[in-house]
């Protein structure tokens, strides 16, 4: 398997509050990416990073901010969580941009 | 928006039969395809990438690729219990992003 954490694996927190989820990879990859799963949408890209510092945003970037400040840690961030932030949410990584990617184990998160 | 399109099934397939799995995607510029197994409640794992028109195998898995008509395909010979799963399609898009069907549900009958 890709050496690919996240933390934590389960979060139930109340609306209104800021979360913080966190990716770490030991690959020394270059790109870094955040998705979020949901029933009858599928796998949607939040926000991908392209080395330290650089990150860009994906197709349901609202809501969410990402920071990458090392090669090895992606931060997603929900200023003010809200129900419909309530998902599984994964990190990727991959060694070249449309290349194949490696997901870890996954975020969940219930927003009450 | 490209998409990528599966049946979301479920597919139901006796115990050592092929398994075919679909996909479609709607940009013709795409080079990379990728086939990823999910089981429930875990997170999607590479099985398969495909680059080039034709057929690649890997053990019991075949994976199709034919640009013209933009059709991406993985045959599961063999079937196991164990194979049964929810089946991603990716594309990667012009952008270089990679593009994810929504996923066919495959059930394989002991």
């Known amino acids: 398997d890709a050496g690919i954490t996240q933390s934590p694996r389960h979060k139930v927190t109340e609306t209104g509050t800021p979360v913080t989820l966190r990716c770490h990879q030991t690959?020394?990859?270059?790109?870094m990416y955040w998705y979020r799963q949901d029933p009858g949408h599928g796998l949607r890209l939040i926000h991908y990073s392209y080395g330290v510092k650089d990150t860009d945003k994906g197709e349901v970037s609202d809501g969410y901010s990402v920071s990458r400040s090392k090669t090895e840690d992606f931060l997603l961030t929900l200023e003010s969580a809200t129900s419909s932030q309530t998902s599984v949410y994964f990190c990727a990584i991959s060694e070249y941009r449309g290349y194949e990617q490696y997901f870890g184990p996954g975020t969940r998160l219930t927003v009450t | 928006q490209k998409e990528v399109e599966q049946n979301s099934g479920p597919l139901s397939v006796p115990e050592g039969a092929i398994a075919s799995l679909n996909c479609t995607y709607s940009d013709r510029v795409s080079q990379s395809f990728f086939w990823y197994r999910q089981y429930s409640g875990k997170s999607p794992e590479l099985i398969m990438s495909i680059y080039s028109n034709g057929d690649k195998e890997d053990g019991r898995f075949t994976a199709q690729l034919n640009k013209a008509s933009q059709y991406v395909s993985l045959l599961i010979r063999d079937s196991q219990p164990s194979d049964s799963a929810t089946y991603l399609c990716a594309v990667e898009s012009r952008d270089d992003k990679i593009i994810f069907g929504k996923g066919t549900r495959l059930h394989i009958l002991p």
């Open positions: 690959e020394n990859h270059r790109y």
